[in-house]
């Protein structure tokens, strides 16, 4: 059987992929989009690439008080570019740009599927 690549590539933007959602149970509210982490408090911080949190549990933001999403979808972001990898940059914000500066934290957030959703596949974080 013969497939284009652009058969293929049709195939798999087709593709849907289930979202892991957790319930932290920690207090704090959270921004849709936005990249977290629980602290020793138990409350879901804003991660940012100029701190080492390497030992923690990372996630994207639902808008809903202690959810994150660890792996899948999520939905309802903006001016995303499509294919493009996404990476931790600032106060939870997510960026095309990979840290390059020595201590920072390079945490691959995951790939835009379109402009407004992302599929979230954290890679295990480096620091520089």
């Given at each position: ?33 936005l ?29 809903n ?39 920072d ?20 974080p480096?620091?520089?």
């Amino acid at each position: 059987m013969t497939v284009s690549l652009k058969g293929l590539q049709d195939q798999i933007n087709a593709l849907t992929y289930p979202s892991v959602i957790i319930s932290t149970g920690l207090s704090g509210s959270n921004t849709l989009g936005l990249v977290y982490y629980p602290n020793d408090s138990g409350v879901l911080t804003l991660a940012d690439k100029d701190t080492d949190t390497r030992e923690r549990i990372h996630g994207i933001g639902t808008g809903n008080a202690g959810e994150m999403i660890i792996w899948g979808e999520v939905t309802g972001l903006s001016s995303l570019t499509a294919g493009e990898m996404y990476y931790l940059g600032d106060n939870g914000a997510i960026t095309v740009t990979a840290p390059t500066a020595g201590g920072d934290m390079v945490l691959r957030v995951g790939q835009a599927i379109t402009t407004t959703t992302l599929a979230v596949q954290f890679n295990d974080p480096i620091l520089l």
